[in-house]
């Protein structure tokens, strides 16, 4: 996207002499430096959350999928895309239960655009994709809902129970929060639902060389500022 400037180069060589020359020239880079940091894109970064806990008992079947120090969906380890590698030993697993609840405290309140939920099936009659509803709360009690994703498990790719692929997941994106607490629900679909990780997305992280360049420009414009009110440069 192009960016305006209030002063453009070109006019400062018409500048005729060489002390407005390169004040002109130093406002305009000063000026352009701002302008540019402000238009630069902001990269998202993930907003890790203080712990969680969730409202029904994790289950059993062929192993046991349970998250005794509510550590697994938080600790960056992901289950492949087939449930059965490792026997099973990176995910969270319940069975039977219509709405699965799982609230996230965070040390304050978190600006978060986006949650990323990963989870996996291999058959309708076994392990399915839930859909999720996504809450935000500010004192842990009082819940609104801040965003949704309805699933059919039909339109997303079933994976071998034994494949090592990597983990696919259900991204819930448009999201204002600006809340302490937030609840992910999952909405069963099938029998089993899983999940290995859950990732909350900051909407806008500057870059470190973008907050150097508008600090630089910032620098540039006090620096003008204060020679003016020191009085003309000597020619």
Same mark, same amino acid.
């Given at each position: 996207?192009?960016i #305006?400037?209030?002063?453009?180069?070109e006019r400062?060589? =018409?500048? =005729?002499? %060489?002390?407005t020359?390169m004040?002109?020239l130093?406002?305009w880079?000063a000026?352009?430096?701002v302008?540019i940091?402000?238009g +630069?894109?902001?990269?998202?970064?993930?907003?890790s959350p203080?712990?969680?806990?969730f409202?029904?008992?994790?289950?059993?079947?062929e192993?046991c999928?349970?998250d005794?120090?509510f550590t =697994?969906?938080?600790?960056?380890?992901?289950?492949n895309s087939g @449930?059965?590698?490792n026997?099973?030993? +990176? @995910? $969270?697993? #319940?069975s039977?239960?219509?709405?699965?609840?799982i609230?996230?405290?965070f040390?304050?309140?978190?600006h978060?655009?986006?949650?990323n939920?990963?989870t996996?099936q291999?058959?309708l009659?076994d $392990?399915?994709?839930?859909s999720?509803?996504?809450?935000?709360? =500010?004192?842990?009690s009082? @819940?609104?809902l801040?965003?949704?994703?309805s699933?059919?498990?039909?339109?997303?790719?079933?994976y071998?129970?034994?494949s090592?692929?990597?983990?696919p997941?259900?991204?819930v994106?448009?999201l204002?929060?600006?809340?302490?607490?937030v609840?992910?629900?999952?909405?069963?679909n099938g029998? @089993?639902?899983?999940?290995?990780?859950?990732t909350?997305?900051?909407?806008?992280v500057?870059e470190?060389?973008t907050?150097?360049?508008?600090?630089?420009?910032l620098?540039?414009? %006090?620096?003008?500022?204060?020679?003016r %009110?020191?009085g003309? +440069?000597l020619?």
């Amino acid at each position: 996207m192009p960016i #305006w400037l209030p002063i453009s180069a070109e006019r400062c060589k =018409k500048s =005729k002499k %060489r002390a407005t020359y390169m004040k002109c020239l130093q406002t305009w880079l000063a000026v352009a430096a701002v302008l540019i940091a402000a238009g +630069a894109p902001a990269n998202a970064a993930l907003v890790s959350p203080l712990g969680y806990t969730f409202d029904e008992p994790t289950s059993c079947g062929e192993f046991c999928y349970h998250d005794p120090n509510f550590t =697994k969906l938080t600790d960056g380890i992901l289950g492949n895309s087939g @449930w059965e590698t490792n026997q099973g030993a +990176a @995910w $969270v697993g #319940w069975s039977g239960y219509p709405v699965i609840n799982i609230d996230f405290s965070f040390a304050a309140p978190a600006h978060i655009s986006a949650v990323n939920f990963y989870t996996t099936q291999d058959y309708l009659a076994d $392990v399915v994709l839930p859909s999720l509803d996504i809450y935000s709360s =500010k004192d842990g009690s009082n @819940w609104s809902l801040a965003g949704a994703l309805s699933v059919d498990p039909n339109n997303y790719p079933f994976y071998n129970s034994a494949s090592t692929g990597l983990t696919p997941f259900l991204a819930v994106s448009g999201l204002a929060i600006d809340a302490q607490y937030v609840r992910v629900s999952l909405l069963r679909n099938g029998p @089993w639902t899983f999940s290995s990780e859950v990732t909350f997305v900051d909407p806008a992280v500057p870059e470190p060389a973008t907050w150097a360049m508008m600090a630089m420009g910032l620098l540039g414009l %006090r620096l003008l500022a204060s020679r003016r %009110r020191e009085g003309p +440069a000597l020619v």
